[in-house]
């Protein structure tokens, strides 16, 4: 097994449903926000990125939200599928990559 | 995107010795990063490689303990020394890739499992 993600929050679906998944980040200088989708015994994989000048950004059955207002950053997953557990990780880009605490998403059949 | 690997992909080692973690990417980056993530936390940058100068080191991280080299556009290496059980974690290279864009985001490899004993 992998130690990643075994005291990080936790948000649990059921197979189907959708999730969201939620971020505070901490710069109001950052303009680049990347999330990263990291399942067990692998690095980090590149999910969907949103740049500063807009508020929402469209993939396939994900969707990123940004509110700079609050500095807040969301993830949502459309039809939520087993192989979409895995740990999730927010980042934001200033001078440099700085991320989140991330959330483990379990998803039950 | 680039294609990242890293060897080794896991090791136990003894307290006291060093461990050398390679990194190589499939197309010239000029932009490559050492990140460290210990057991059930979050990814910390440790350092910046750029080819042709010396790593540029993050807050609590010093050179003395992870000497870092790239000698080229396509590898890098990161030296953890002197190891303790503190530094037992997951070791990441990670490479900044744009194709043209104005932001260009970062990948990452599969990650070194270091154990330390």
């Known amino acids: 097994g992998e130690s990643v993600g075994l005291h990080l929050p936790t948000l649990s679906v059921q197979e189907g449903d959708n999730s969201i998944i939620n971020c505070a980040y901490s710069?109001?200088?950052?303009?680049?926000f990347i999330w990263y989708k990291q399942e067990s015994g692998k690095g980090p994989q590149f999910i969907i990125d949103?740049?500063?000048?807009?508020d929402k950004r469209q993939g396939q059955r994900v969707t990123v939200l940004l509110n700079k207002t609050v500095k807040h950053l969301s993830l949502q997953i459309a039809a939520t599928q087993p192989g979409d557990s895995a740990v999730y990780f927010c980042?934001?880009?200033?001078?440099?990559?700085?991320f989140g605490t991330g959330t483990r998403l379990q998803v039950f059949p | 995107s680039a294609v990242i690997s890293q060897k080794p992909s896991r090791d136990i080692c003894q307290r006291g010795t060093s461990l050398t973690i390679q990194c190589q990417v499939d197309?010239?980056?000029?932009?490559m990063f050492w990140y460290r993530q210990q057991p059930g936390q979050s990814l910390t940058l440790i350092a910046t490689?750029?080819?042709?100068?010396?790593?540029?080191?993050e807050s609590g991280f010093v050179i003395d303990k992870f000497p870092i080299s790239r000698p080229n556009l396509t590898f890098s290496t990161l030296t953890v020394s002197n190891m303790s059980p503190e530094d037992s974690s997951i070791y990441l290279c990670?490479?900044?890739?744009?194709?043209?864009?104005?932001?260009?985001?970062?990948?990452f490899g599969p990650g070194t499992r270091l154990l330390v004993l």
């Open positions: 990670s490479v900044e890739e744009g194709s043209g864009r104005i932001v260009e985001t970062q990948y």
């Open positions: 710069n109001s200088a950052s303009d680049y």
């Open positions: 949103i740049r500063s000048n807009m």
């Open positions: 980042a934001e880009m200033a001078d440099k990559l700085i």
């Open positions: 197309s010239q980056v000029t932009m």
């Open positions: 490689a750029n080819q042709g100068s010396e790593a540029t080191y």
